[in-house]
């Protein structure tokens, strides 16, 4: 069963450092997503990407954060300049036909800031 | 943005009892899902079930969906100890978010 993959599975960086988290999502979808859960929180959604360009993004996504689809497969988050709070569990999504849809997850990337 | 909210729940049962678990939301929807999500793993897709349906039935998972009152619940049968997780639900907007979950613990 097709299912989404994200490398790694955890990401230790120091304070001030950029990251890049990777996601493949399962092949015919068209919208991705990201979330992240910080430890002892819920999940919170970050940003929704489609037709190449980010389509919602929420309080959390500011100037610090970007995607991008760099080749037809991986779907990847971007931290410029990370801090301690960024430290959580980031999720990647896809859905097939609309944000509406069953969204299917990737089992996450933990981050830790030092 | 507005967000699936679950009565906030811990519930600690035998295996083999039912586990019932409880969501309120606030807009119109277009459907709304239940996820699992177990210790520190990702999140599993249960159920959908969309707003023209009342109803829904997938193995032991019994999902209601009430419109007028905007809630929605879960009913697991027959629990088993591998059912132990939190449980969230999340409904179909574009602006997408979880509650808190209701953290189910199973005793075998």
């Given at each position: 069963e097709?299912?989404?993959?994200?490398?790694?599975?955890?990401?230790?960086?120091?304070?001030g450092q950029e990251v890049i988290l990777r996601c493949v999502p399962i092949s015919n979808h068209l919208y991705f997503y990201w979330y992240r859960q910080i430890?002892?929180?819920?999940?919170?959604?970050?940003?929704?990407?489609?037709?190449?360009?980010?389509?919602?993004?929420?309080?959390?996504?500011?100037?610090?954060?970007?995607?991008?689809?760099?080749?037809?497969?991986?779907?990847t988050l971007k931290i410029r300049s990370t801090k301690l709070e960024d430290?959580?569990?980031?999720?990647?999504?896809?859905?097939?036909?609309?944000?509406?849809?069953?969204q299917y997850f990737g089992p996450g990337t933990r981050l830790t800031v030092l | 943005?507005?967000?699936?909210?679950?009565?906030?729940?811990?519930?600690?049962?035998?295996?083999?009892?039912?586990?019932?678990?409880?969501?309120?939301?606030?807009?119109?929807?277009?459907?709304?899902?239940?996820?699992?999500q177990n210790s520190g793993r990702g999140l599993v897709h249960l159920i959908l079930i969309r707003s023209n349906e009342r109803e829904k039935h997938s193995g032991r998972l019994r999902v209601t969906l009430d419109t007028s009152k905007k809630s929605s619940s879960l009913l697991i049968t027959a629990s088993r100890a591998a059912d132990t997780a939190s449980y969230f639900c999340f409904y179909g907007n574009n602006r997408l978010a979880f509650g808190k979950g209701n953290q189910v613990v199973v005793i075998p």
């Open positions: 097709p299912e989404v993959t994200q490398t790694p599975s955890h990401q230790v960086t120091q304070m430890l002892g929180q819920k999940v919170e959604f970050l940003v929704s990407f489609y037709n190449n360009e980010i389509s919602e993004k929420s309080e959390i996504f500011d100037d610090q954060f970007s995607v991008e689809r760099p080749d037809g497969s991986n779907f430290s959580a569990m980031y999720f990647c999504a896809s859905s097939e036909a609309a944000e509406t849809d069953t | 943005s507005q967000q699936g909210e679950e009565d906030p729940q811990a519930l600690s049962i035998q295996e083999g009892e039912n586990a019932t678990m409880n969501c309120s939301y606030k807009t119109s929807i277009n459907n709304l899902q239940w996820y699992r």
